[in-house]
């Protein structure tokens, strides 16, 4: 079946804009997760969401960072007022509630 | 807090060859997972280990688990070129109902002829 989607595949803008990153989970996937892959800092764990209860938003770096899933399936990164330190690859995972996480290919952003 | 450290972090090695990549954590995590990533891609997951003990194998990968050394170890056997990528441990942290990954920071093998 098709697996994590996410897009864009690659987003460059410039310091001080706003960007969506979009991801679309597999189906019949309750939890959803957003991750940041960075040189400097690795993977990092941002925003866990499972079903309509509260997200788990402890892994957001700032305030600028925010994130929503509509319907319990679609889940959009909000990233507002970007910085150059938020260039990395921002990577979605899905799964049934604590069972393995399948990742989405990522978009790689890049803040000019 | 988990911690989640691996190595080593760069490894090149001969085809043919065996060896071992370690990965230790610091606090009590639910389940161990081994991912790969090709250059420009993204994760796919390997192993999960869900106790003390468990193994895993896959053709000429094997993961296995020791939660009381809070070690897991990939080990790989007869190396071929087609292993070339970059392996992440990662223990899940299951609190308050969530459940996050914390991942090591990967060990880039290169298998060279």
């Known amino acids: 079946g098709a697996g994590v989607s996410q897009s864009p595949s690659n987003k460059v803008t410039e310091k001080g804009k706003d960007v969506e990153l979009r991801c679309d989970p597999i189906?019949?996937?309750?939890?959803l997760y957003w991750y940041r892959q960075s040189l400097g800092q690795g993977l990092e764990f941002l925003i866990y969401?499972?079903?309509?209860?509260?997200?788990?938003k402890s892994g957001l770096p700032s305030d600028r960072f925010s994130a929503e899933r509509t319907g319990g399936s679609v889940s959009t990164l909000t990233i507002q007022r970007t910085q150059q330190e938020d260039s990395a690859v921002y990577l979605c995972?899905?799964?049934?509630?604590?069972?393995?996480?399948?990742f989405g290919p990522g978009t790689r952003l890049t803040v000019l | 807090e988990l911690k989640v450290e691996q190595n080593p972090l760069f490894l090149s090695m001969q085809e043919g060859k065996n060896y071992t990549i370690y990965c230790n954590y610091s606090?009590?995590?639910?389940?161990l997972y081994w991912y790969r990533q090709d250059p420009g891609k993204s994760l796919e997951s390997l192993f999960v280990?869900?106790?003390?003990?468990a193994v895993k194998q896959e053709g000429r990968l094997m993961a296995s688990l020791d939660t009381k050394a809070r070690l897991s170890t990939l080990h790989i056997t007869a190396a071929v070129h087609d292993l070339s990528a970059t392996y992440f441990c990662?223990?899940?942290?299951?609190?308050?109902?969530?459940?996050?990954?914390?991942f090591g920071k990967g060990t880039k093998l290169s298998v060279i002829p």
């Open positions: 995972a899905s799964s049934s509630a604590g069972f393995t996480q399948y």
């Open positions: 189906s019949g996937h309750t939890a």
């Open positions: 969401f499972q079903g309509n209860s509260a997200p788990d």
């Open positions: 606090t009590t995590s639910d389940r």
């Open positions: 280990l869900l106790s003390n003990g």
């Open positions: 990662a223990g899940l942290y299951s609190g308050a109902g969530s459940y996050q990954l914390t």
